[in-house]
């Protein structure tokens, strides 16, 4: 597929991560024209994502790649959550409603590449290298302003589509604020060998006096090892992570190499307005959620497949400000509830879940005495399995 400069183009999307990848995989196979921009030479092989939702894999059905996410990755059926060396719950996926009663363990490089295996196949391609620096809506669409090593271009299309992360230059050229969501939190995060006899086939969440662990199993006997960050306490290679663990587990945590770890400080955010005229949000672009809840690429691949679905009816003649709204306001209202339920909401709904009697009081009383970080980690565990129970 090429493209030349003057010519319109029915839907831009602007960068090319998971929400970008499915948005152009969704519209190709609906017969929707549309061009995939990255500003990056080649796809980010950081850590980051790594687990797939059952929602998820529903998508990822009708885009075409969950046999390939089935056999790459391995499943997750539920969480156990721990005090100490004593078992307090296990929490399973295990609802009726979805072909998929787990989650799957892959990375989000991997994912990635499947989709844009997938974007080939549709006959799209992405074009790396290409950022877009400048944008002004008019009537009947957007003109925006491409930079490449080779100068500037302008290009028109009816719409264009944010997907280009937490600092979208998209939502910032369109004027869209962003409401910070609650406290900011640090995060330690190591991908490494376990030496720790552990479950694989599902999370394993430690809740101690001195802070949390949460490991995510992954495909090849590596595990994705999250803590709290705690002033005071540099983590500068494996062996420090390592120790943290043990602090907070009280038991001691062999981690080994290959591994690095990094720390983030990151605060969730939530666009004011998912669209503008012909401009679009979708993904991190519109919001953002603490890494420990599993949420942000789930929800950016589930906006995209919903826009697309849009796209489709607004091709097909729908009039555009209904249809576009009803994405905006939707997957807004997702999200929200999504960052609200991280919150004092999910904890609740511990009530509501299939775990004895003692050890739900037990939890209940851990969550309410916890400090926030901790509270919002174990709000998320529970409202992964809320939200595949119901
Ligand atoms: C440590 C960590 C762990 C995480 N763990 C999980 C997890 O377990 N589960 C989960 O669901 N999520 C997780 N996330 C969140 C997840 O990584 C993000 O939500 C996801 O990457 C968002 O996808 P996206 O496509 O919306 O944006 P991104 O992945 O950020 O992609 C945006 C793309 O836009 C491009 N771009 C940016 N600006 C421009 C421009 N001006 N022009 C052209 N291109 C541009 C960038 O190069 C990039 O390729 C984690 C994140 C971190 C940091």
Redesign the pocket.
């Known amino acids: 597929m090429r493209y030349h400069a003057g010519v319109a183009t029915t839907v831009l999307v602007?960068?090319?991560?998971?929400?970008?990848?499915t948005l152009a995989c969704e519209l190709l196979r609906r017969g929707v024209g549309c061009r995939i921009?990255?500003?990056?030479e080649r796809?980010?092989d950081?850590?980051?994502?790594?687990?797939v939702?059952s929602r998820t894999l529903e998508v990822l059905e009708h885009v075409g790649i969950h046999l390939r996410v089935l056999e790459l990755g391995s499943k997750l059926e539920g969480l156990g959550v721990y005090e100490g060396a004593s078992a307090l719950a296990h929490l399973r996926f295990d609802n009726n409603n979805t072909p998929y009663p787990f989650a799957v363990a892959l990375s989000?490089a991997e994912t990635e590449g499947l989709l844009e295996d997938r974007l080939t196949e549709l006959g799209g391609h992405v074009e790396r290298g290409?950022?877009?620096?400048g944008l002004t809506q008019a009537t009947g669409g957007v003109t925006t302003v491409l930079g490449t090593d080779a100068g500037t271009t302008t290009a028109h299309a009816r719409w264009v589509v944010g997907?280009?992360?937490?600092?979208?230059?998209?939502r910032q050229l369109t004027g869209i604020e962003v409401e910070p969501n609650g406290t900011p939190y640090t995060?330690s995060?190591a991908d490494a060998d376990l030496g720790w006899a552990l479950p694989t086939n599902e999370m394993s969440l430690f809740l101690g006096g001195s802070g949390f662990v949460l490991v995510?199993p992954m495909p090849g006997g590596r595990a994705?090892v999250i803590i709290d960050g705690e002033p005071g306490e540099p983590l500068a290679d494996l062996g420090d992570f390592a120790a943290a663990c043990s602090r907070r587990v009280g038991a001691p945590v062999s981690l080994r190499a290959p591994g690095h770890c990094?720390s983030?400080r990151?605060r969730g955010h939530l666009a004011k307005v998912f669209r503008v005229g012909s401009v679009v949000l979708?993904?991190?672009?519109a919001h953002?959620?603490n890494?420990v809840?599993?949420?942000?690429?789930?929800?950016?691949i589930l906006d995209a497949y919903e826009l697309a679905q849009e796209l489709e009816r607004v091709a097909q003649g729908a009039p555009p400000d209904g249809v576009l709204a009803r994405y905006a306001e939707r997957r807004r209202q997702s999200a929200e509830s999504l960052q609200r339920a991280m919150d004092f909401e999910a904890r609740l709904s511990i009530a509501r879940a299939a775990i004895p009697g003692d050890q739900r009081s037990r939890l209940l009383e851990l969550s309410v005495g916890c400090d926030p970080l901790r509270r919002a980690v174990l709000d998320s565990a529970v409202d992964m399995f809320r939200r595949a129970k119901w």
């Open positions: 602007v960068g090319a991560g998971p929400t970008g990848l921009i990255d500003r990056a796809r980010f950081r850590a980051r994502a790594v687990d939702q989000q290409v950022e877009l620096n997907c280009d992360g937490a600092r979208s230059a998209v995060f995060v995510a994705r990094t983030y990151v979708a993904g991190d672009a953002t959620f890494p809840g599993g949420h942000g690429m789930n929800q950016g």
